[in-house]
């Protein structure tokens, strides 16, 4: 007698009178916990061993649910996040888009010992030798982090060597390309919210911007003297435009002290809004 094409399964668990003697010898593993023996009750509360029941998830309140998310933490290390802008979103929540309590165990890359600053509700618990020996986080517009003892360090002996300042991992050079001033340090101070301490970095969408902000004021105030030399068209001497009122007829001077303070305040607002390095 053939089988049925449905039955013809070729599977050595799959028991009939015919196959049950090459059944028995196949050396094929049977699950774990499983001989050949085994007959199966048919009771639906003990399954055969080796297989795992899908139960549906209890419904829990909402308060156990926040307790339990608290309990979740995951402790993040240098393996995990190596750019500034992956550890942002954490420093002031505390958790991340699957609600999981994230906490962040960094080491400052170029000494390898120092732990760095975290706010605390990142903060993982470390031992008193630990805490002793942390540095405040330092951020580069790369968006390299480093200890900030140890990346001034390395500044100073770019200085020492007579080269532009760089990041020791990727070599970003720390320099306004045309003003050729070097850019500042920017430290994250745990207690302070990001906006106003530190602007966003390249990976983020952030820029350097070419000239530094003490040559950006520069140039704004040169704008202002011409314009002020647009409103007065004499021979302006520079010094007009700092202390306008008191050079020419005062209507004028009137005119060009509203010049200059609009100008600057429109360019600080502009600084302000954009946050640059
Ligand atoms: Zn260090
Ligand atoms: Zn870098
Ligand atoms: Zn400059």
């Known amino acids: 007698m053939s089988l049925p094409p449905w039955r013809r399964v070729d599977n050595p668990h799959y028991r009939t009178t015919q196959h049950e003697d090459a059944y028995q ?15 199966w009750s048919g009771n639906a509360n003990y399954p ?19 307790r339990e998310r608290r309990g979740r933490s995951v402790i993040l290390d240098n393996s995990d996040i190596s750019l500034f802008g992956d550890l942002a979103e954490y420093l002031e929540s505390g958790y991340d888009m699957h609600g999981n309590h994230i906490m962040c ?16 509700c990142v903060s993982p618990p470390r031992t008193p030798e630990e ?10 517009p790369c968006g390299h982090f480093f200890g900030a003892y140890c990346i001034e360090k390395w500044i100073s002996t770019c200085r020492d060597e007579d080269r532009c300042s760089d990041c020791p991992v ?22 302070f919210r990001r906006p106003g301490q530190l602007p966003l970095t ?18 704004v105030k040169d704008l202002a003297h011409q314009m002020a030399q647009v409103v007065y068209p004499k021979d302006v001497p520079e010094s007009a435009f700092f202390s306008p009122r008191s050079f020419g007829p005062s209507d004028f001077s ?7 303070s609009n100008m600057l305040s429109a360019f600080y607002h502009a600084e302000d809004a954009f946050d640059h390095w």
Not at 48 to 66: D, H, N
Not at 131 to 140: F, G, I, M, R, S
């Open 131 to 140: 805490d002793a020996k942390t540095e405040p986080l330092c951020v580069l």
């Open 25 to 39: 010898q196949s050396s094929i593993p049977l699950p774990p916990g499983l001989d050949r023996d085994y007959q």
């Open 202 to 219: 390249i990976p983020e969408g952030g820029c350097v911007p070419a000239y530094c902000r003490w040559c950006r004021v520069d140039y």
């Open 105 to 120: 165990d960094l080491t400052c890359v170029i000494c390898c010992g120092n732990k760095l600053e975290m706010p605390t």
């Open 48 to 66: 055969p061993p080796g297989l795992i029941r899908a139960t549906m998830p209890k419904a829990i309140s909402e308060i156990e649910y926040l």
């Open 254 to 260: 009137e005119l060009r002290g509203i010049i200059r």
């Open 170 to 191: 990727c070599r970003f050079p720390l320099l306004y390309e045309y003003c050729g001033h070097e850019v500042k340090l920017r430290h994250h101070d745990p207690r």
